[in-house]
T-cell receptor
Framework: ETGVTQTPRHLVMGMTNKKSLKCEQH?????MYWYKQSAKKPLELMFV???????ENNSVPSRFSPECPNSSHLFLHLHTLQPEDSALYLC?????????????FGDGTRLSIL | GENVEQHPSTLSVQEGDSAVIKCTYS??????FPWYKQELGKRPQLIID?????GEKKDQRIAVTLNKTAKHFSLHITETQPEDSAVYFC?????????????FGKGTKLSVKP
């Protein structure tokens, strides 16, 4: 299934670098999500966008900055990250941001902070 | 806020046996309960979901049961096969603001031995 595509698949960066994660969905959905998946912890919701508007910021540090230029694309801009930010970052989309809409995930970006 | 507890954290069964994973939730307003399967190195995929107006739902070898009074729901996999080996996540809604967000359990690593 290539409905939700994330790039890059792997990223290694230093704490002072600036990088961006990209997510693109070809499912015609209007809601997009960023999740953080760390070892031995539950999936953590970071941001929700519905029709390009941010509807949820789950108390995420400002070193993570999302951008949603249209309903098909979602970015996560990273700067001055900390070692504890190393994790798998998953993008998802759904028809709308209603909670009972099935969410379709991408393969994720494995992020390592040196 | 919503608290989702998932048990067990690991489960090993022989091929052909049944597997049961249980989740409890705390918010009595929760009304939608999805289950996701994540194979090693792959994306989480929705395998089944249930809404609060039904007590059970089946899809071939997979079933989910819901006990609203006790606030728990369970995933049942019958006639397990090696390809069922994966991490399974349950989720329940947390309502706040204009929408709700899914709160995920910590996951159950299921191993099916041939």
């Amino acid at each position: 299934e290539t409905g939700v595509t994330q790039t890059p698949r792997h990223l290694v960066m230093g704490m002072t670098n600036k990088k961006s994660l990209k997510c693109e969905q070809h499912l015609g959905h209007n809601a997009m999500y960023w999740y953080k998946q760390s070892a031995k912890k539950p999936l953590e919701l970071m941001f929700v966008y519905n029709f390009k508007e941010q509807t949820e910021n789950n108390s995420v540090p400002s070193r993570f900055s999302p951008e949603c230029p249209n309903s098909s694309h979602l970015f996560l801009h990273l700067h001055t990250l900390q070692p504890e930010d190393s994790a798998l970052y998953l993008c998802a989309s759904s028809q709308t941001d209603r909670i009972d809409q099935p969410q379709h995930f991408g393969d994720g970006t494995r992020l390592s902070i040196l | 806020g919503e608290n989702v507890e998932q048990h067990p954290s690991t489960l090993s069964v022989q091929e052909g046996d049944s597997a049961v994973i249980k989740c409890t939730y705390s918010d009595s307003a929760s009304n939608y309960f999805p289950w996701y399967k994540q194979e090693l190195g792959k994306r989480p995929q929705l395998i089944i979901d249930i809404r609060s107006n039904v007590g059970e739902k089946k899809d071939q070898r997979i079933a989910v049961t819901l006990n609203k009074t006790a606030k728990h729901f369970s995933l049942h996999i019958t006639e397990t096969q090696p390809e069922d080996s994966a991490v399974y996540f349950c989720a329940a809604p947390l309502y706040g603001g204009s929408q709700g967000n899914l709160i995920f359990g910590k996951g159950t690593k299921l191993s099916v031995k041939p």
